[in-house]
């Protein structure tokens, strides 16, 4: 995956390229023959340069005003351990936070599992599992492939990939001679919500998911996103038109249906019962039918249901209410 700054040198060379060629066909019209002529094809050819390349560079100081509206925190309460676990295609670079006040951490019993979204790291989510942290809950957060320092194992787009990234991460937490003794809790941020939901639903080990502006069927979603976003994800790899097969393994409603029909009435109300989904009335990019699809199949109660008016996709100022009803339905 390219960095910002490879991002930069590739415009550049491109967009000059195309200012280059402005100029050219000025010299074959034979506009540059006096300097006043010279003048206005060189300001032409600037002018191009600078239409073309300011979008873009707009676009990402605003991406990165947005990524950076939370400063780091640091907190003397919490103890942080930056590890590496180890997956398939390499070793992903995570983050466990705890409490250093041993009864507390003791009073919960429980590690929780953090996946952020596509475009986020586990640190743009800081905000949301640091107060998780200070309750007493062991935060296991971490970079999925593709992203930040996970960069080099394999590609962002591969969410396929990232699911047999998730189910490594939960097979590590029961052979770790501490956390197997743990209870297991899952937090998931759109991708991230599809990824625990699809990778962990039936894993009966996982006591509860927190899914967050998750999508229903992957298929579905996929053709309404607005060009722009269709863009990103066609160069950053992902499946825009996946296979049947790899829609029903992408799909967490679909899965969550096949295990329905394949189970007891007694371990679909477990299974079930474990999911508190939130989402946005106003989110543009994974639609509320997402949500009325995936909670009336699940058939769930109003308490493990968060519907807020507005915050869109990335639940903008809702960060509030996203911390105090995840701990309410983990204490629950």
Wanted: glycine share 6%; proline share 3%; charged share 20%.
């Amino acid at each position: 995956m390219p960095s910002n700054i490879h991002k930069r040198l590739f415009l550049i060379i491109i967009d000059s390229l195309f200012s280059w060629g402005i100029w050219e066909i000025n010299v074959q019209l034979g506009n540059p023959c006096t300097s006043v002529a010279f003048t206005k094809c060189f300001i032409l050819s600037t002018t191009t340069f600078l239409i073309v390349y300011t979008p873009f560079e707009i676009y990402w100081s605003f991406r990165d005003l947005w990524f950076d509206r939370w400063i780091r925190l640091s907190l003397k309460e919490l103890e942080v351990s930056n590890i590496k676990i180890e997956v398939s295609d390499g070793s992903l670079s995570s983050t466990l936070l705890r409490n250093r006040n041993k009864t507390k951490v003791d009073s919960k019993k429980t590690i929780i599992v953090v996946c952020h979204g596509f475009s986020d790291t586990m640190k743009t989510l800081q905000y949301y599992y640091y107060p998780l942290a200070l309750q007493g809950y062991i935060i296991l957060a971490y970079d999925a492939r593709g992203t930040s320092k996970s960069k080099k194992v394999g590609k962002r787009g591969d969410f396929l990939k990232r699911i047999e990234d998730f189910k490594y991460i939960i097979n590590w937490i029961k052979s770790d001679e501490e956390y197997s003794r743990l209870t297991i809790n899952c937090i998931g941020f759109s991708i991230g919500a599809l990824t625990i939901l699809c990778g962990g639903f039936q894993n009966e080990d996982i006591k509860k998911i927190v899914a967050i502006s998750s999508m229903s069927n992957f298929k579905q979603n996929i053709p309404n996103y607005n060009p722009i976003v269709i863009l990103s994800y066609l160069m950053k790899g992902v499946r825009l038109f996946p296979s049947e097969e790899v829609n029903n393994n992408l799909s967490p409603y679909l899965i969550m249906k096949g295990v329905k029909e394949k189970v007891t009435l007694n371990t679909w109300n477990y299974l079930s019962r474990r999911i508190l989904l939130i989402h946005s009335k106003n989110d543009k990019v994974i639609k509320i039918k997402n949500f009325e699809e995936n909670s009336q199949l699940l058939g769930l109660p109003k308490k493990n249901m968060l519907v807020l008016k507005k915050g869109g996709h990335s639940q903008k100022k809702n960060e509030g209410a996203l911390v105090g009803a995840t701990l309410a339905f983990l204490k629950s």
